[in-house]
C-alpha cells in the first residue's frame, strides 16, 4: 500500500525544529513518506554537530513521483540559506528562507493533492511583524485569502482552541464576535465529524471573571450566550459561557472534547500545566491538514541537544494513521 507523504517545512532555521526531527526518526518508524524542505548544508551541520548519522536522498522540487519514496533516507528538498554558524541568533535575515521554503510546500500541495503538512517552530517577532498574528492566520491568509481559520491544540483527552490567538490582552474585547464563535465552533464541529465520526462536546468559557462584570453589556452578555444559544439551535453540542477559572478542573474535563476560549494563554496555559509537550497545534479551514509541534524555536536550547521530541512525533503518527 502506497502512503501520500508528510511534507515538512523546516521552519526558522535556529530553531531545536532538526534536532527534534533527528530523534524523531530514531525513535519512530513511520509508514508514510517524510519529505522535509530545508537548507541541505544547515541541515548537515547541525546533524554532524549533533551527533546523528542519516543518508540523505535530495528531491527536486519539481518531483512527481512521491508514492515511490520510503524513509531509509532523509528526503531533502534543498533551499538555499546563507549562514555562518550552524546555530546562530534568531533574526529577520531567516524570513526569505522560510517564506521560499513555505511555498515550495503549498505548490506541491497544490500539483499533487496532497493533504499533510507539519511545519516546524517560528519566531512570530521576527517573521511575522506587520504580516500575521500567527502561522494559523499567515496561511489562512496565503491559502484561502480569508481569516477564517482556527488554531486548535490538540490532545486525544482534551483539545483547546482560542477565539484570538497572539493578540495583545488590551485588545482581546475587540476582536470577539458571534461570528468568529461560529466559525470556530463550526470549524472544530466539522473536524470532529470528519476525523472521528462523532459529535464534540465543546465548552465555551467567558471572557470576564466568573462571566461576570460590574458594566451594562459585557461581552457574554451581548456576544458569548446568543452566540451559544444559535449555534445549540443548529444542534451543535455546545454549553456555556464557563468561567475559565473552573473550567480546567479535573471533575469538569471528562464532560468535554474541546474548550473554546477568549484569548492565547486563558486555555492554553491550562492545556500545556496538564498535558505538558503531549500536545499538537492544528489548523482548521484549510484545504489540507497543517500541524506543528506545540512549543516554539526554543533558543536557548539550541544545539544542546536536550529537547524534547514528544509533540514532533505526535504529530507524525497523528498523520501517519
Known amino acids: 500500500m502506497n502512503y501520500k507523504p508528510i511534507l515538512i517545512v523546516a521552519g526558522e532555521p535556529n ?21 522535509i524542505i530545508a537548507s541541505k548544508e544547515l541541515l548537515i551541520k547541525q546533524m ?3 551527533g546523528f548519522f542519516f543518508e540523505i536522498k535530495d528531491i ?5 513521483n512521491f508514492e515511490k519514496l520510503n524513509n531509509k533516507k532523509i528526503n531533502l528538498i534543498d533551499v538555499k540559506y546563507k549562514f555562518k554558524n550552524c546555530f546562530e541568533k534568531i533574526s529577520n535575515k531567516s524570513n526569505n528562507y522560510i517564506d521560499q521554503s ?19 517552530p517560528i519566531s512570530k517577532k521576527n517573521f511575522l511583524k506587520g504580516k500575521s498574528l500567527g502561522i494559523t492566520e499567515y496561511l489562512g491568509k496565503k491559502v484561502i485569502k480569508s481569516n477564517k481559520v482556527a488554531m486548535l491544540i490538540f490532545n486525544k483527552r482534551l483539545s483547546v482552541s482560542p477565539i484570538t490567538t497572539h493578540l495583545a490582552l488590551k485588545d482581546v474585547h475587540k476582536s470577539i464576535s458571534k461570528q468568529k464563535i461560529y466559525t ?11 476525523k472521528f465520526k462523532k459529535k464534540p462536546r465543546i465548552a465555551i468559557t ?29 444542534n451543535i453540542k455546545v454549553f456555556g459561557p464557563y468561567p475559565a477559572d473552573t473550567i480546567f478542573l479535573k471533575e469538569h474535563l ?29 489548523t482548521l479551514g484549510l484545504p489540507f491538514v497543517r500541524i ?23 504529530a507524525l503518527k497523528f498523520l501517519d494513521e
Not at 513555505?102 to 516546524?120: E, H
Open 292 to 314: 506543528s509541534p506545540d512549543h516554539g524555536p526554543n533558543f536557548s536550547m539550541l544545539g544542546k541537544n536536550l529537547s524534547n521530541p514528544k509533540s514532533l512525533i505526535q
Open 102 to 120: 513555505f511555498d515550495v510546500a503549498l505548490k506541491i500541495i497544490a500539483q499533487n493533492n496532497f493533504s499533510k503538512l507539519i511545519n516546524g
Open 206 to 234: 467567558g471572557l470576564n471573571p466568573h462571566c461576570e462584570s460590574n458594566f451594562k453589556n459585557s461581552e457574554e452578555d451581548k456576544i458569548i450566550i446568543p452566540a451559544i444559544k444559535n449555534l445549540k439551535n443548529k
Open 60 to 64: 527536486n522540487k519539481n518531483f512527481n
Open 184 to 194: 470556530h465552533t463550526n470549524l472544530i464541529n466539522e473536524f470532529y465529524k470528519k
Open 254 to 282: 471528562k464532560d468535554f472534547d474541546v474548550i473554546i476560549g477568549m484569548y492565547h494563554d486563558q486555555v492554553l496555559s491550562p492545556m500545556k500545566t496538564l498535558y505538558g509537550f503531549d500536545a499538537i497545534n492544528i
Open 48 to 50: 554532524n554537530k549533533l
Open 15 to 35: 530553531s531545536v525544529f532538526l534536532e527534534i526531527f533527528f530523534k524523531s526518526l530514531k525513535i519512530c518508524k513511520y509508514k508514510s513518506p517524510l519529505v
